[in-house]
């Protein structure tokens, strides 16, 4: 606050009140990761963009850095404890997220695209917090590993079909 050229008063003065000042940081830190997959997706053809984000966020670059990442993965826990109005403020920015991510998904129908994209979210944060949870390492790549290829079921390499031979009888 010192570099603001502001006292802790000064600062706290611009903000109705605590929850007003942390409903405020949580709009802009998911409004950063917003602003970050957009960039990502651009110039990315229709297909790739949803898997390149996905392949994004759960990297390990990712992981190790959760100074510049989505701060969703730390927030969700301690705003899940919070005022309702800093979990409205969280939920309002997750609807803007989804929708990011439903942006992303423009062949399938809204209502499977949304349910693609809310999977998707889940899956990352929650592929974020336990890779970090458990250090970097072999099971830490795992797990970011399984959340690729799950994050709504779209990042999976296809599966070799193997047809059955048939044994054709003479009449």
């Not at 458990?134 to 599966?159: E, F, H, N």
Request: net charge positive.
């Amino acid at each position: 606050m010192k570099l603001a050229g502001l006292t802790h008063g000064g600062f706290y003065n611009h903000f109705e009140s605590r929850a007003a000042l942390v409903s405020e940081a949580i709009a802009f830190a998911m409004d950063q990761t917003t602003g970050r997959w957009k960039k990502l997706a651009n110039g990315k053809a229709d297909g790739e963009r949803f898997e390149a984000l996905v392949a994004d966020y759960l990297s390990p670059r990712h992981r190790d850095n959760p100074k510049h990442g989505c701060a969703l993965p730390t927030l969700a826990v301690d705003v899940a404890r919070s005022s309702p109005s800093e979990q409205q403020a969280l939920a309002s920015k997750l609807e803007k997220m989804i929708d990011a991510l439903v942006e992303l998904l423009p062949g399938e129908p809204l209502g499977q695209a949304r349910q693609i994209a809310t999977g998707a979210i889940a899956t990352m944060v929650g592929s974020i917090v336990l890779s970090r949870a458990v250090g970097a390492g072999k099971l830490s790549d795992r797990i970011l590993d399984a959340g690729r290829r799950t994050a709504g079921g779209r990042t999976r390499k296809p599966q070799r079909r193997t047809t059955k031979a048939t044994r054709c009888e003479k009449s």
